[in-house]
Each structure stands twice: as C-alpha cells, then as structure tokens.
C-alpha cells in the first residue's frame, strides 16, 4: 500500500481480524490510511502503546509498548524512563506509520497525554464515564454535569464516544502544569460529581465496590499512562470507533457511545469537520481554574 510517498507492505491482507463484519487487516490498514488526515493531529509526537490482536479480536490480545526490533528506522520514537530502566516507544508522525502498526494487528494505538518531548508535562487532562453495564442515558448525564463544572472553572472541556459504552471527557492544558498536579485536580472534581451524585457515580476503582455505579476514572492523568486515541478503532463487534463528537449531538435519538465504525465514519467526515479541530486553541492553565475550584468546594459544604 503506498501511503504519503512510503510504501507499507500489507502480509496476509485477507486474515479477518473481525469475524462477525468479516473486517479484514487490508480494510484495518485502508481505514487508518484514509483516516490519517483527521486523527494526526491528535496523536502526533505521543508515545504509543499499542494493542494487538494477532489472531482477531477472539483471539489473543496484548499490551505492547516496546517497539521490536524489526519495525523500520523511518518509524520515529521516543525513549521513557520506567522503573528500572527505559522503553522506547512508536510515536506516531505520519499516515505510513498508523497504516504499518494495523500491519501489526494493532487494531487500537492508544497514546500519551503529554508530548514525547516534555512527557512529564500533559497537554490533556482527561475523564472517563465506564458504565457497570449499558446505560448511555446515565453516561451522557454524568459528562454534561463535568462539563458545566469544567466551563464554571475557565476550561475548555471536549467530548469523545470510548466506542465500548462510555464515553471520554477531555480538556486541553498549557503544560504548565505536571501530572501529579493535573492528576489531584482531576481527582477533585471527580470527587465533587460523586459528592453530588452518589447513586450513580463513584470514584471506587475496585469493580465489586462500584454496586452498578458509573465510575468517573481519572487514573490515566499520569506519567506512562495512556488512552484510546481519537479515531482509533475499537477491538469489538463491527470495528467502533473511539469519535470525537459536539456536545449536542449526545441527546439525539439513537446515539451511543459504539454509533461510529470504520465503515461508517467517513459519511459523517464528509459532511462534518472534525469537532476537535480546535482543541488545542482551548489550552488553559490550571492555576485559575484551582482557585476557582477552591472556592466552588467551600460553596458547596
């Protein structure tokens, strides 16, 4: 496949990696390909974990963030520090490279919330709604009340399906601040939503305390942690796809956090522009926003 002057080979084109669209790795690398121009400039110069499934999504899945050996030098990459040691990570900076790691059966790259080149310093700050079971109604509440408490906080809050059942809440950040800092923010307002909602929300990590609740997680404001990447495909029935979206189209009729897939996002595409086009014109500081924060929790005791 040629792809933005480099040339992707595509080995075993016909193997089926979704068995029940009979979607195959051709058409995995053929949606990253077209793709590309709408989803790079949301994961561009982010290290890269990536998810592969060599046998299909019913088969084996894992978690890769080494790049092996064998990758081509034109694929760029950045070097982290982990505990007892480094990793060196794909970082993605052109089409070519999107269409090379679905080559790999990487049927979800998921990426950094900072930079490869300031990667202790997020230029996201991110929420997300993962449901006990489907109950979009209840998801689609629970980020509406976030983003009227980020807009009350200065920021400028963005919202993407998960293409599983919930749906992400991202704010776009100055890089002023660190992880450990846009982490304990994050952490509060979750904290704030509970506290005003405690039937259907909770911040409760372990699964058999959430009793059904929606839980608001914000663990992946953190060094070395990742999230689905916009646009990336989704290893589930029909090959979903993790879309940004407006705000208003939440409420209307038939929406879900699984609505888009590979083969049907680029009807939307050719009639809506990328709703996150100008995220990054929406970078904040977090300091107003932690005074303000401050003085919404005293309101509220």
């Known amino acids: 496949m040629r792809v933005g002057g480099r040339t992707v080979e595509i080995t075993k084109p016909d193997k089926v990696l979704f068995a029940d669209h009979g979607i195959t790795k051709a058409d995995l ?16 110069g982010r290290p890269v974990t990536m998810e592969r499934f060599p046998e299909g999504i019913g088969g084996e899945r894992f978690f890769q963030k080494d790049i092996p050996d064998y990758f081509p030098d034109w694929i760029r990459t950045a070097e982290m520090k982990k505990e007892g040691g480094r990793v060196t990570h794909v970082v993605i900076e ?60 200065g920021l400028s809050p963005f919202v993407m399906t998960s293409g599983s059942r919930g749906l992400h809440v991202v704010v776009p950040l100055d890089r002023s601040a660190d992880f450990d800092t846009v982490r304990e923010f994050a952490r509060r307002i ?15 990590q372990r699964k058999d305390k959430r009793g059904g609740r929606i839980y608001v997680d914000t663990g992946r404001n953190a060094y070395a942690q990742t999230a689905v990447a916009p646009y990336a495909a989704r290893a589930l029935a029909g090959a979903p796809v993790a879309a940004p979206v407006e705000w208003n189209e939440l409420g209307r009729k038939g929406f879900g956090p699984r609505r888009h897939t590979i083969r049907s ?32 929790t005293e309101r509220d005791r």
């Open 29 to 44: 690398a053929d949606y990253y390909a077209r793709v590309a121009e709408t989803m790079l400039p949301h994961v561009r």
């Open 94 to 153: 052109e089409a070519a490279t999107l269409v090379y790691l679905a080559n790999q059966a990487c049927i979800t790259p998921h990426v950094s919330l900072s930079r490869a080149d300031r990667p202790h310093d997020p230029d996201r700050m991110i929420f997300d709604f993962d449901p006990a079971r489907d109950d979009f109604p209840a998801v689609r509440d629970g980020a509406r009340r976030l983003r009227d408490v980020l807009v009350e906080l």
């Open 265 to 296: 996002l680029f009807r939307r595409l050719a009639r809506k522009d990328d709703p996150w086009r100008e995220i990054g014109r929406g970078a904040r500081s977090l300091d107003e926003a932690e005074k303000r924060l401050d003085a919404m």
């Open 190 to 204: 979750a904290d704030l939503l509970v506290a005003k909602d405690p039937d259907r929300l909770t911040t409760e």
